[in-house]
């Protein structure tokens, strides 16, 4: 298999695999740096200490969110996931936990005692925790590249007011 760039190109050199790392490091650093240093981990223990159930964070004055939540505790017979408005103060310390920052309402997040997923993620695994079809349905969903998944979420997620609306508070 050949790759063909074109001549408006100029010339194309491959980065050594030292330039790779220095650049991936390198941003590594710059992101992973926090102006506190509080283990929000530990901080958020306690939500799991009497309650393994996974904590499903939405934007609580969004309608299509409220729908979602309303749409997931009418499909959700064992009562397996808890819920909880991201403007919350539970909420924006569950965000610090999973590595976003406390105001970022942009996406779902559902917070399990060792691990977060958010958008498309979120969505999916959120699907196996209901009953059935949507288990197996995230299962055939799951093959869809998640960038594809992600690009399809994140333009519902940025027109989500202007196509659902927006409530004065959160109605759950």
Known sequence: MAIVFPASLGRFTV???AQVRLRVSASANQSTFRRDSVDWVKETSSFFEEDKRP???FDGVCNLCNGGVKFVKDHDRNRSIRFE???SETGKKLLMRSGRAP???SSVV???KDRSYIKSEAVLKIMN???LPFPQLAFFIQFAPLFVRDFLY???A???YAMFGRSDSCEI
């Open 15 to 17: 980065p050594s695999r």
């Open 55 to 57: 904590i499903m964070l």
């Open 85 to 87: 408005a991201l403007q």
């Open 103 to 105: 105001d970022d309402i």
């Open 110 to 112: 559902l917070v399990e």
């Open 129 to 131: 925790y209901i009953d």
């Open 154 to 156: 994140e333009n519902v």
């Open 158 to 160: 940025n027109n989500r």
